[in-house]
């Protein structure tokens, strides 16, 4: 059974930093694009970065792009993000996503989400 | 970026209705349109990928339409765990992005 597990959210100054995990397992990790996807409170989804298999490649959109940065460790199934300088508007339910890029591009397993809250 | 609009935003709908959710884009997208669900538990899953294509184990009273800028996710026969947030997403060009949501309830 895939399961995909976040971690590290909570409450952070303006400015700080944070850093969320996630820790797959039923599935060849490594095999997989991973990606973040995030929901402010009470709005819609926001994709914010997307993680090619080995690495070596990363997405992101221009709201996080130079703040935030995407990384992963296939010995150990796990995916990260790092959350620099972060704003206000960062708060959010954080989703951990794997990503099939193969028939189609679409998320087709989610976490149950970690809520990171900025605020002073 | 592409911006993505569902209309409507909520929708009161009846045990066994048949209901149609919309989806347009603001420029044409090739198909690239994906559809998710929301419990209110946050737990998010696909139902249809590349427009019309029925995600493994989605029941087949869900289905989905649509090309250009015009996209549609239609449920034949709402049963009562139906009743979520659904969401369409475009990943025809980055920034992928989604739909503001269609909350299903109860009538």
């Known amino acids: 059974e895939v399961q995909l597990v976040e971690s590290g959210g909570g409450l952070v100054q303006p400015g700080r930093s944070l850093k969320l995990s996630c820790a797959a397992s039923?599935?060849?990790?490594?095999?997989?694009?991973m990606a973040w996807v995030r929901q402010a409170p009470k709005k819609g989804l926001e994709w914010v970065a997307t993680?090619?298999?080995?690495?070596?490649?990363?997405y992101y959109p221009d709201s996080v792009k130079g703040r935030f940065t995407i990384s992963r460790d296939n010995a150990k199934s796990s995916l990260y993000l790092q959350m620099n300088s972060l704003k206000s508007e960062d708060t959010a339910t954080y989703y951990c996503?794997?990503?099939?890029?193969?028939?189609?591009?679409?998320?087709?397993?989610w976490g149950q989400g970690v809520m990171v809250t900025v605020s002073s | 970026d592409i911006q993505m609009t569902q209309t409507p935003s909520s929708m009161p709908a009846s045990l066994g209705e048949r209901v149609t959710i919309s989806c347009r884009a603001s420029?044409?997208?090739?198909?690239?349109l994906n559809w998710y669900q929301q419990k209110p538990d946050g737990t998010i899953k696909p139902l249809i990928y590349y427009t019309s294509n029925l995600q493994s184990g989605v029941p087949s009273r869900f289905s989905g339409s649509g090309s250009g800028t015009d996209y549609s996710l239609t449920i034949s026969s709402l049963e009562p765990e139906d009743f979520a947030m659904y969401y369409c997403q475009q990943y025809d060009s980055s920034p992928w992005t989604f739909g503001g949501g269609t909350k299903l309830e109860l009538k």
């Open positions: 993680i090619s298999t080995s690495g070596s490649r990363t």
């Open positions: 996503a794997r990503l099939i890029t193969t028939t189609a591009y679409y998320f087709d397993y």
């Open positions: 420029q044409g997208i090739s198909n690239y």
């Open positions: 039923g599935f060849t990790f490594s095999n997989y694009y």
